[in-house]
């Protein structure tokens, strides 16, 4: 049987690049080299599924594919090895900013569906109020907070990620240029983390494992919603400097979505890859 070079292959070696850069980068500032060993390992542990498959005859193996699995695998074995070095500390100015990213990324859905948008609204009020009032010292609005940046996330993740990109995986037509390699880097970045996030939201789901009991199950999630909440902290900007953050980021979020100067994939990308450098340093500065 003769082989061929499939041209996809740059392409998932790219995004699987960023799959590894956007994990080292989760865990850089808190990993010792213990915890990087682990990752190594994770993550060659992952390539097994680059093997073909029981019933998989060899004309039908696509390595893209497998690595596409192997992938999924290593989100599935490092998210919930690191998740206390992987879930990032929060204030109330990275819920905001969040919340107008957020509305960005819905800004459709929000006009098609008004009870959608009456929903979302109340939330955004509740960020906005406790911006102001500093709700969060009760640990139950810690926790429902943190659980609110988690959803933004996934839903800004959601809704300009763009699942077509990676087509190749799944055998669609795919072209080697540097932009298309950028893009696949970019995507591997984002797939990574939105895919970790996603798992930490599952894990909320009261749905009991076998031989657990319901009221077992929902102790564990009461237990990491609390955990959730002691990442929230307590610091904030003062009221002017929030006010005029609110108002230069919604602004140049409300002028892009009129101008389109930039692409929209792009710009919800552009989070997700510096999200290591993004949380909390506006809070930092106060």
Avoid at 71 to 79: A, E, P
Wanted: include cysteine; hydrophobic fraction near 55%; glycine fraction near 6%.
């Amino acid at each position: 049987m003769s082989f061929t070079f499939d041209p996809a292959l740059p392409l998932a070696l790219a995004f699987g690049l960023g799959v590894i850069t956007q994990a080292w980068l989760l865990i850089k500032d808190r990993a010792d080299r213990g915890d990087l060993k682990t990752a190594r390992n994770l993550f060659l542990f992952s390539l097994l599924a680059i093997l073909p498959g029981k019933h998989e005859r060899l004309e039908e193996y696509r390595l893209v594919f497998h690595l596409f699995l192997s992938y999924c695998f290593f989100v599935v074995t490092f998210g919930p090895y690191f998740r206390k070095k992987i879930l990032p500390e929060i204030s109330c100015d990275t819920l905001l900013l969040w919340n107008l990213l957020f509305l960005y990324a819905v800004r459709e859905a929000l006009i098609a569906n008004p009870l959608f948008a009456g929903a979302v609204a109340l939330v955004s009020l509740a960020l906005l109020a406790n911006a102001f009032l500093h709700v969060h010292a009760y640990a139950g609005w810690r926790a429902f907070f943190y659980v609110c940046f988690l959803l933004m996330l996934i839903g800004v993740g959601s809704a300009f990620w763009n699942f077509s990109s990676a087509g190749y995986f799944f055998g669609q037509e795919a072209s080697v240029s540097f932009e298309t390699l950028l893009g696949a880097l970019l995507s591997g970045f984002s797939f990574f983390y939105l895919a970790v996030h996603v798992w930490y939201v599952l894990e909320l789901i009261p749905w009991p494992a076998k031989h657990q009991s319901f009221a077992d199950r929902l102790k564990e999630v009461k237990d990491e919603a609390a955990q959730m909440g002691d990442l929230y902290e307590d610091r904030w900007m003062p009221r002017t400097k929030m006010a005029l953050m609110v108002l230069v980021v919604g602004v140049a979020l409300f002028g892009d979505a009129l101008a389109h100067v930039l692409p929209d994939t792009l710009l919800i990308n552009l989070p997700f890859v510096s999200m290591s450098f993004l949380v909390g340093p506006l809070s930092a500065a106060t």
